[in-house]
């Protein structure tokens, strides 16, 4: 589950609940979902959103205890392939939302949980503990074409090879050096604090949201493309 506050022009989304791994489901998913709805609709000129979470990891994948507690494969599939649904709609939410985004990483984002991060336009880790890893290699499972474009936009070259071809857990440090991450610090509190005060810098630049989310949009145009929230123009500025 999630909370949302606003403080002034910023919103800080919180992963919160009882599952302390954050793993997804289509709960969990509808209430980030719904959030991020709400930041939207409350959003204004020089917006921005931080996410934060608590504990060791930031988000551990998709909840496979729920996934499989149905008696069946053929429903395990059906509820995996619904909370693939639920994701790849957080996603849009995410990429459609009209602010800057920031992700402050203080634990692991193991599997389906390392989309959560790469959502956002910056990825701010902690440097002594977490690390990002696309298992889907070691658990036999082929990357859908839609979220091997979503690496595709959010990294290249040998980083995206490491990533989703190697099965490594990589450590912030390995993640700034690939250009995956923007920053590192020290400790939970070193990353939150540094997550909110990126965010806040860009909150004060007073961009327009919908020409911020629409440029967004351009620069991942592939995606975006599958996703099917291409781009639009939004008119011509005065001269």
């Known amino acids: 589950m999630c909370s949302l506050e606003k403080r002034g022009n910023l919103f800080i989304l919180t992963l919160t609940g009882k599952n302390v791994e954050h793993r997804l ?9 719904s959030a991020l709805s709400r930041a939207k609709a409350k959003s204004t000129r020089g917006s921005a959103l931080v996410t934060v979470s608590h504990g060791k990891f930031f988000c551990n994948g998709f909840d496979l205890d729920w996934v499989n507690a149905t008696g069946s494969k053929q429903e395990a599939q ?3 392939d619904y909370s693939l649904d639920c994701l790849t709609q957080l996603v849009q939410a995410f990429i459609s939302l009209p602010m800057p985004t920031v992700a402050a990483v203080n634990g692991h984002a193991a599997a389906a949980g390392v989309v959560i991060p790469l959502c956002h336009d910056y990825v701010v880790m902690r440097r002594d503990r977490g690390v990002l890893y696309v298992n889907d290699l070691e658990m ?11 690496f595709r936009a959010k990294t290249s070259g040998w980083a995206l090879r490491d990533l989703v071809l190697r099965g490594l857990k990589i450590k912030g440090e390995e993640l700034l050096k690939m250009g995956i991450v923007d920053a590192v610090y020290d400790g ?27 440029i967004r949009k351009g620069l991942y145009s592939e995606f975006c493309g599958m996703l099917g929230i291409a781009s639009k123009a939004i008119g011509t500025p005065k001269l």
């Open 78 to 80: 059906q509820r995996f």
């Open 140 to 150: 036999g499972l082929k990357i859908p074409e839609l979220y091997m474009a979503f």
């Open 25 to 33: 489901n289509p709960e969990v998913l509808s209430s980030i979902i």
């Open 188 to 214: 939970e509190e070193g990353v939150t604090n540094a997550g909110m005060k990126m965010a806040d810098d860009l909150a004060r630049r007073k961009w327009d949201g919908e020409v911020y989310a629409e």
